[in-house]
T-cell receptor
């Protein structure tokens, strides 16, 4: 089974702090993703990475950055946390080795990090 | 018009009932369809993954795709209280479908199975 592990289940940070969210997957997946999930808004893509050291902006990248120095690890960074970044953050990964286009492979999610910024 | 529509619920049914969860979509390029189950305060878990039209069965779960109507369904037989969760549909069609990740998600249906 694919395992996607997010380092923290719950985090409470103060406004203006720099926040690091860590994600590790154990299946050698090429693609990794960060989403946030808010009531009524569903899943929104923040950033994704096709492979090591590669990153692409998603739909809502403002206020976030990412780092992928190793294939198994994808970090989300909140440069200066704000209260509107209080949310559930979900990391996901997928393989591109099943043949065909990578978009056809399903995502595997971690259990999420509930971040509260006060 | 939103690309994927999913009734948020809550949908409340008695234990043992057959549950039908549905999504409609507008993008005819979608070919791959997924259902995820998400328990409260947990990440989404992949339940079903299907390609094109037709049915796929896995235990008590059946996924159905009708591409002509742009309609997908997830049926749960002999529903249990442990099936209480939010169910998300997702779909992709290769480079021509979905957002930057190639996927378009519904916002989820909250399902409650009453003991």
């Amino acid at each position: 089974d694919v395992k996607v592990t997010q380092s923290s289940r719950y985090l409470v940070k103060r406004t203006g702090e720099k926040v690091f969210l860590e994600c590790v997957q154990d299946m050698d997946h090429e693609n990794m993703f960060w989403y946030r999930q808010d009531p009524g808004l569903g899943l929104r893509l923040i950033y994704f990475s096709y492979d090591v050291k590669m990153k692409e902006k998603g739909d809502i990248p403002e206020g976030y950055s990412v780092s992928r120095e190793k294939k198994e690890r994808f970090s989300l960074i909140l440069e200066s946390a704000s209260t509107n970044q209080t949310s559930m953050y979900l990391c996901a990964s997928r393989t591109v080795r099943t043949g065909g286009l990578p978009y056809n492979s399903p995502l595997h999610f971690g259990n999420g990090t509930r971040l509260t910024v006060t | 018009q939103k690309e994927v529509e999913q009734d948020p619920g809550p949908l409340s049914v008695p234990e043992g009932a057959i549950v039908s969860l549905n999504c409609t979509y507008s993008n005819s390029a979608f070919q791959y369809f997924m259902w995820y189950r998400q328990y409260s305060r947990k990440g989404p878990e992949l339940l079903m993954y299907t390609y094109s039209s037709g049915n796929k069965e896995d235990g008590r779960f059946t996924a159905q795709v009708d591409k002509s109507s742009k309609y997908i369904s997830l049926f749960i037989r002999d529903s249990q209280p442990s099936d209480s969760a939010t169910y998300l549909c997702a779909m992709s069609g290769g480079y021509s479908g979905g957002g930057a990740d190639g996927l378009t998600f519904g916002k989820g249906t909250h399902l409650i199975i009453q003991p």
